[in-house]
């Protein structure tokens, strides 16, 4: 197990490094940032080049991803445009969206799996087809339409909540942004859980279970649901990166200002350094998560070892 | 479909006992290598597989003829939209912003004074060419790449699974943001490729898990124990058991990928005009929705009874490949 | 059941923790009795003066800085502010006297010497200012701030100290409304606090007008609050403005009918057609000194050869200005009829209907003139617009299917949005339009000067598509050095017509500020450059 670990954690250096490579070539291939900072206007040229020199854009593109790398090993992440460093922008957008993820997790854990054993266990009942019409319109209506109609019916018409989050963001006020930011997800994990449960519902181990007189709480929760969530397990252990940055949409329509609105007022800027560095940060959390799938998987599953 | 690929083994005369998915089914062909196997055994050893017997199951299954329909609908409409709608869905008058239903344009008009039900109809073509060929795309390369990496394990695993990191490790709307923006191209093609390059690892982390759930399974050691080839394994034993989640995920993922495309319009980063789209169209009509629901209402729903066919679809295959639940 | 009982569990939690949000929140804008909260935009750059080139940080410029002269709120005139007064004998030697008495909020007295300083600071290349080139009048420039290589100057050489309230500004050509441009904030003054710790001061900046900073979190908020200390007449009536960021006009807009924030100065222009209802008379619609155009790349010769300028007068009329403005933007837009804006008024330079007949709407006579141009470059125009911010969508599409219609054909004319702003820019300046494109401009002064040079003379800073015309330049030249401003007014209207005649630029309408409030305020206005009058505002 330990030895599993420790090489694990010697093949995240080339992803890493790959992720980063990638995304610092795609950012690249927005073209020149310094273009956008002038406003409705051409920046002189000489203050352009003044600019592209300071950032270290006149160098060329494998020298700056080496010089930006060297930089990101003693903790400096560079500085965006507007002078403030990259790090202190990671320092209060960081937390802000951790609490988000948080939320919308515990969303997918909670009423995703319990949706999933429900449905998994009534197939073909009322319940089951009302839970599939429900993910099916999760799923199709995209979340920036779920977004604004949530804002626009408990914020505006109804007043339960505010319609934006406040800049202290606390776990109140993000309940709503992170089930929405949780839907789509939310619905996956109710399929996958459903799918999973009726698949090993006539397995062996379960009619073993029923007919040894286990009570069926304990057979769903023992037997049933530990085997079947492996596939469920990787899905969560894989959305944690993804939602992580993939609230861009979430965190613009109610405000929030975490790594999802770095990331767009980054890239709305071409900003090379906030969008490299805040994406070098969520490919850590990627690994760090994914990692932890895997050893989870052999929780949940005996036959499964690592050496 | 994957129907041809199994075309020989039509002529293998299987046990009966859920096609080829247990022990039985390996010996049968093992058995069936020999000259003069079960081939005169009687009249229920008529040749079948797995995939003649899920099509057999599916013909009965009203759930897969309903979807079936929709979806042949669907393909109908796209390549001939003049069927049932007349006009042209880039044919817009300002002044008729935002009205509603009336003869000639039964869903209203939208914030452009363009035809809610033309544009749905003259819709449907880009996105279902965008969910489908999507969906195509990040299934058979997500599967191909999770597979292989489940099954080899050890090294290949490593590699592959590394790879997949890497790509998944990008925020998919960051990545969509980022590499459509440079795009000037206005066909569907840059937009399908950006949602292939990432989203394929979605599906392959779920077929490299479910590969190795599969493989500790006795049928699959005793296939090997009785020096079955790593291809035959893989796809005659793994594959089929290890296909109902990526089918499952795939067919969610092709009503994502309609909704994706409205999330890059929404972004700006989208399908461009002159496309007609369902996403280009819920886009535009979101910040309306206080005062022409309608010209979201259409298209939304369009999206979803697609979306709903294809889950519907997915899931009777599914049903269908899975003997455990016959 | 023991999984039933913990969803059940879980939702109720949920139902406790959304109620709990309902009631804490509630007084989402009472920071403090007499202080208001009001969207903003995160700025781009650093909040120097001559380094803020947008609104968003303008704003907040424009609350903690008073410069020489102040733009009236209502007329826009330039008014003496810190100036006693400005002397001039030839339009081209100005001698300039401070006020008395002025301060900034750290005590440090406003002399000549803040001001040249400042000036040097914001023109000297090394700075990166990205306002430098507003120095370009003055004497000196050149060396400060060569067009490449390094400079050979730290100091303008036309800026001279005389005595600690006079100082004297020598321009390198004529230019008779130079004192009327002091408005503009890149020519503020600066304390030496500024020069002393810069990093310091960035991060909270301190100046001369009648806010001072209370906190300052990049990206998110920034608390100012009234100075009491502040010496001008135009003393706050609020005791504070919350500026809060907000990625999304929508968002804020919600907000502010949540009761959740006080002041929006930007209506997006999907909620235009509720606002009345939601807001009733706290809703204002002003003129403001901002005009859009679409512009065309006169780079490429399909727009730049004889007969384009038909082609270019046909678009024009194929556009009915009156029912976009009307239908998409709820009339917080008005047809334009010229290239200036009617803030400017009669005497400053706005010509109702300079432009003619070729901004009316008139399909029969678009279809002859373009045919009779050529016909349309390649079949189909393409207009290039940035889909990340604004409204810029609607009306581009709007003004496709007004083309598409008045044409009669399909595909005449289609929108091609770009992501971003940044690479919008990036493709104008490598020149790669190839259709019309958006081209808004807001005034940085009033004066039709600005709404003229910087967009159509010969290589100026945002004369994007590179049009180019001598007959202008030279009108242009010649209205720069007529010190009488009746006829250097005149002059710049014939130079308007030279526009005119060639549609270097089709005019599309003029734009209003449009701003919503919340029930505590009152006295709430948009001053020409649709910024809201914050010091005015009374909060209850």
């Known amino acids: 197990m330990g030895r599993y670990v420790v090489r694990r954690l010697l093949q995240m250096i080339p992803v890493f490094v790959g992720a980063t490579l990638l995304i610092f070539l795609m950012v690249n291939v927005m073209g020149d940032p310094i273009a956008g900072l002038c406003g409705e206007r051409a920046c002189d040229p000489a203050t352009a080049a003044q600019l592209k020199k300071e950032f270290g854009l006149d160098k060329p593109l494998w020298q700056q991803y080496l010089t930006y790398m060297g930089n990101v090993f003693t903790g400096d992440f560079g500085t965006a445009f507007n002078g403030q460093p990259v790090t202190e922008l990671m320092a209060t957008a960081f937390p802000v969206t951790i609490r988000l993820t948080i939320v919308a997790i515990l969303f997918e854990i909670v009423i995703g799996i319990t949706l999933g054993v429900v449905t998994g266990m009534r197939r073909g009942r009322p319940v089951d087809t009302g839970v599939l019409l429900a993910t099916l319109v999760v799923i199709s209506v995209p979340t920036f339409v779920t977004g604004l109609l949530l804002q626009l019916l408990l914020g505006v018409q109804w007043h339960w909540i505010q319609p934006s989050v406040s800049q202290a963001a606390t776990f109140g006020e993000l309940i709503v942004p992170g089930l929405v930011l949780a839907a789509v997800s939310l619905a996956y994990v109710t399929r996958l859980t459903r799918t999973s449960i009726a698949e090993n519902k006539r397995s062996d181990y379960v009619r073993t279970a029923v007919a040894k007189g286990l009570p069926r709480h304990r057979v769903i929760t023992r037997h049933l649901l530990r085997n079947s969530l492996i596939p469920v397990v990787t899905f969560i252990g894989a959305d944690i990166g993804a939602l992580m940055g993939g609230a861009i949409v979430t965190e613009r329509i109610f405000n929030i200002h975490g790594v999802g609105y770095q990331l767009y007022q980054g890239i709305l800027r071409q900003n090379t350094q906030t969008v490299v560095g805040f994406v070098t940060v969520l490919v850590l959390v990627f690994l760090v998560a994914n990692l932890l799938v895997d050893l989870l998987y052999a929780v949940l599953d005996p036959r499964i070892r690592y050496a | ?326 | 059941m023991r999984g039933a009982t913990h969803a059940r569990w879980a939702a109720g939690a949920m139902a406790v923790a959304l109620a709990a949000t309902a009631c804490g929140g509630g007084g989402g804008s009472g920071e403090g009795a007499g202080v208001l909260s009001s969207s903003w935009g995160d700025p781009q750059n650093p909040l120097e003066p001559a380094n803020t080139n947008e609104v968003q940080g303008g704003k907040v410029l424009d609350m903690i800085f008073r410069g020489l002269k102040r733009y009236d709120s209502k007329t826009g005139q330039a008014k003496n502010m810190l100036a006693e007064k400005i002397d001039t004998p030839d339009s081209q030697n100005f001698t300039i006297t401070v006020k008395d008495g002025s301060t900034f909020s750290n005590g440090e007295k406003v002399t000549a010497k803040s001001f040249v300083d400042a000036w040097n600071y914001g023109a000297s290349l090394k700075n990166n200012q990205k306002n430098a080139y507003f120095f370009g009048y003055i004497e000196g420039y050149d060396q400060v701030h060569p067009a490449s290589g390094s400079q050979t100057a730290d100091t303008l050489s036309g800026l001279k100290v005389v005595n600690d309230r006079t100082f004297t500004v020598k321009l390198n050509q004529k230019f008779s409304s130079f004192p009327d441009t002091l408005g503009y904030v890149a020519f503020a003054p600066l304390p030496q606090a500024f020069f002393k710790d810069h990093a310091a001061w960035v991060s909270k900046p301190v100046g001369n007008g009648p806010y001072q900073i209370d906190s300052y979190t990049k990206g998110a908020q920034m608390a100012l609050k009234k100075w009491d200390g502040y010496p001008g007449q135009d003393k706050a009536q609020n005791d504070g403005v919350t500026l809060k960021v907000y990625t999304d006009s929508d968002t804020a807009y919600t907000d502010l009918l949540a009761g959740n924030l006080d002041l929006v100065d930007d209506i997006p222009a999907s909620q235009l057609k509720n606002v009345k209802k939601d807001l009733g008379d706290r809703y204002i619609n002003t003129p403001a000194g901002i005009i859009q155009t679409l512009a065309f790349p006169y780079y490429d010769q399909a727009w730049n050869k004889s007969g384009s300028e038909k082609v270019r007068t046909g678009l024009s009329m194929a556009i009915n200005r009156k029912q976009i403005t009307e239908t998409i933007f709820q009339r917080t837009r008005t047809p334009a009829t010229d290239w200036t804006s009617p803030v400017l008024g009669p005497e400053g330079g706005f010509q109702d209907g300079l432009c003619g007949t070729a901004c009316d709407y008139n399909p029969t006579e678009a279809k002859r003139l373009i045919q009779e141009g050529g016909g349309l470059p390649g079949g189909q125009i393409k207009i290039t617009y940035n889909a990340d911010t604004g409204s810029h969508r609607m009306w581009v599409d709007a003004v496709c299917n007004s083309i598409n219609n008045a044409l009669g054909n399909d595909k005449a004319c289609v929108g091609n949005p770009v992501g971003t702003f940044a690479d919008f820019r990036n493709q104008i300046s490598q020149h790669k339009m190839t259709g019309p494109f958006r081209a808004g401009w807001q005034m940085d002064y009033p004066l039709i000067q600005n709404f003229l040079q910087p967009l159509y003379y010969t290589n100026a800073s945002s004369n994007d598509g590179k049009w180019s015309n001598a007959q202008f330049d030279k009108l242009v030249d010649q209205a720069n050095a007529e010190s009488d401003t009746a006829k250097a007014v005149s002059t710049f209207q014939q130079a308007e017509g030279v526009v005119r005649d060639n549609m270097a630029a089709i005019p599309l309408w003029y734009q209003n500020g449009s701003a919503g409030y919340s029930q505590r305020l009152s006295n709430v206005a948009l001053n020409p450059f649709s910024v809201p009058v914050y010091n005015e505002i009374k909060v209850s």
């Not at chain 2, 089914?25 to 093992?30: D, N």
């Not at chain 2, 995939?51 to 669907?74: E, K």
């Open chain 2, 1 to 326: 479909m994957p129907e041809q690929s199994y075309e020989p083994d039509r002529a293998i005369a299987g046990t009966g006992a859920g096609g080829a998915m247990d022990l039985a089914a390996s010996e049968a062909e093992t058995l069936e290598r020999t000259p003069g196997g079960p081939q005169g055994t009687g009249p229920q050893a008529k040749p079948r597989s797995l995939w003649s017997d899920a099509w057999r199951d599916l013909r009965r299954n009203p759930v897969f003829l309903v979807s079936g329909l929709v979806i042949v609908f669907l393909v109908v409409i796209s390549l001939w939209p003049s069927l049932i709608a007349s006009g042209s869905p880039l044919q817009c008058d300002l002044a008729k912003a935002q009205e509603g239903s009336q003869p000639g344009a039964p869903f209203g008009y939208d914030g452009q004074g363009c035809n809610v039900y033309t544009r749905t109809v003259y819709g449907a073509r880009t996105s279902v060419t965008v969910g489908v060929c999507a969906t195509l795309g990040v299934a058979l390369l997500g599967s191909a790449l999770g597979g292989l990496a489940g099954f080899f394990g050890g090294a290949w695993d490593s590699f592959l699974s590394r790879i997949t990191d890497v790509f998944f490790a990008i925020p998919v709307v960051l990545g969509g943001l980022v590499l459509l923006s440079v795009v000037t191209s206005n066909t569907v093609w840059p937009v399908i490729g950006f949602m292939v390059l990432l989203g394929w690892p979605q599906i392959s982390r779920i077929a490299r898990g479910s590969v190795i759930t599969a493989k500790q399974n006795d049928y699959v050691q005793a296939a090997r124990a009785l020096g079955a080839s790593h291809s035959r394994i893989l796809l005659r034993h793994i594959a089929p058991n290890a296909v109902a989640p990526v089918i499952v995920v795939a067919t969610i993922a092709l009503g994502t990928y309609i909704s994706l495309e409205a999330t890059l319009s929404y972004l700006g980063v989208g399908l461009k005009p002159p496309n007609v789209s369902w996403g280009i169209d819920i886009s535009a009509a979101s910040p309306y929705i206080r005062n022409a629901p309608h010209a979201l209402l259409w298209p939304s729903g369009a999206l979803a009874v697609t979306v709903l066919a294809f889950i519907m679809l997915g899931d009777a295959v599914r049903d269908a490949l899975d003997p455990k639940l016959r």
